[in-house]
């Protein structure tokens, strides 16, 4: 099938082996005169002793993950219809998916310049399918865990609270299940094949672009708490997620990070309880702190700073091992630049090995971290404010207002807001953190 000749996604069965743990997924392309069958695969390896998987949690669970997944073969051409062909969802799920393939896919019809409608409408089931029902489950808490700063500072105040927990990892990055080895706790990985066929309509032509990814992962790591017996699932999503990276002309926010905003762990958190278990909580537990918090409690995690990286680059499908820092990329930077007021210039260049700080061929991608000529890169990183608050404090330090990028730049800070270290680093805004995770 030619992506052009895309009219129609269809959900039509998934399943999970109760001897292996692995769930497959399964949908068609549609089009006027053929389809096109396409299934992907999770592994999530030995489940819980007792667990039934026939379950209406289970069944629940399964059901999330299948429908958010699928966002993966609708925005192969962004047009025509969904349907579905078994199990169909509510009208508050609906509702609900509809608006994370909206937001979700923002940046991608951003990109590929699509106007009008680029997100599906869901048909909605008429009956009410919520239970708010518990699963029973124990009191312990899986960290995902993606190499980076963010999820070993999660990992440490958990630890702090004296409440059990294991790391999980998506996918088959190298470099995470490193990280995971230096924090020295139990570490699960959950396996994800992609169909096939969605590099050959890629190739073909297709829409290419950002999906958000953290919304499969979210789906998955749900199943995987019901599986293996969790009723928290902790990830260490900041409040600059809730900053779009840029407003279209439409007045539409493009989120880089949405599937990371405090309104999509909302909507999903509300799903959950509806749908899945009452007594499973998946929130942020950084959600109240800037990137600049973050990076100065990370500072002194010393034992971490030779192996954990932040760099994109590292993370491929395929597992693929590359150098910790390119060193050229909007994280590469950003993550420096953050880093950099709460660290020792010799220990950063330990770090990151060299000091991108000090290359005056970086300044253009630094000032575009600041938001001087534009919008921010399409990144997860931080808000252009913090990024400024850092580059003022490093131009009022001696250990680092000599070099090139910090005396190119901090000229052009004058006459931009630039809020005071002291107000960026304060926690402030909503959160859905549980009181027992709380200080």
């Not at 059901?63 to 508050?92: I, M, N, T």
Request: glycine content about 8%; aromatic content about 8%; overall charge neutral.
């Amino acid at each position: 099938m030619h992506p052009s000749a895309i009219e129609c996604l269809e959900f039509t069965s998934r399943d999970i082996q109760p001897d292996s743990g692995r769930v497959r997924l399964r949908w068609r392309l549609i089009g006027a005169e053929s389809s096109l069958a396409l299934e992907e695969h999770f592994h999530f390896g030995g489940i819980g002793a007792g667990v039934r998987l026939d379950h209406p949690s289970i069944q629940s669970a399964l059901d999330l993950l299948h429908w958010l997944a699928g966002v993966s073969y609708w925005k192969l051409a962004c047009r025509g219809e969904v349907r579905f062909a078994a199990r169909q969802p509510d009208a508050f799920q609906a509702d609900a998916l509809e608006r994370i393939y909206r937001h979700g896919l923002a940046e991608l019809a951003w990109r590929n310049s699509l106007t009008g409608r680029y997100w599906p409408e869901f048909p909605a089931d008429g009956r009410d399918s919520s239970t708010h029902r518990g699963f029973g489950l124990r009191r312990r808490a899986l960290v995902p865990m993606g190499g980076g700063k963010d999820s070993l500072v999660a990992l440490e105040r958990v630890r702090t609270r004296g409440i059990g927990l294991e790391t999980v990892q998506v996918g088959s990055a190298g470099l995470i299940g490193r990280v995971a080895r230096r924090a020295g706790a139990s570490h699960r990985v959950i396996g994800r094949e992609l169909a096939p066929e969605l590099a050959q309509l890629n190739a073909a032509g297709a829409l290419n672009g950002h999906v958000p990814i953290t919304a499969i992962n979210a789906a998955a790591l749900v199943l995987a708490a019901l599986l293996w017996n969790f009723d928290a699932v902790v990830f260490a999503n900041e409040r600059s997620a809730d900053v779009p990276t840029l407003t279209a002309p439409d007045g539409q926010p493009v989120n880089h990070q949405f599937a990371k905003s405090l309104a999509f762990e909302t909507l999903f958190g509300e799903w959950v309880t509806r749908h899945v278990a009452t007594d499973l909580d998946v929130f942020s537990l950084l959600r109240r702190e800037s990137e600049l918090a973050v990076c100065r409690a990370f500072a002194s995690l010393d034992r971490y700073h030779d192996v954990f990286s932040s760099c994109n680059r590292n993370f491929h499908l395929d597992g693929a091992r590359t150098r910790r820092w390119c060193g050229e990329c909007p994280k590469c930077q950003f993550v420096f630049l953050a880093l950099a007021p709460f660290v020792s210039v010799r220990h950063m260049r330990e770090i990151f090995g060299r000091d991108l700080l000090d290359e005056p061929g970086q300044a253009d991608a630094f000032a575009a971290l600041l938001e001087l000529d534009g919008h921010r890169p399409f990144e997860c990183v931080g808000e252009a404010a913090e990024a400024r608050a850092a580059l003022a404090a490093l131009a009022d330090d001696r250990r680092w207002c000599a070099h090139a990028v910090v005396r190119q730049l901090s000229p052009r800070l004058v006459g931009v807001s630039v809020p005071a270290m002291a107000e960026v680093l304060e926690p402030r805004g909503a959160h859905r953190i549980p009181a027992r995770f709380q200080p």
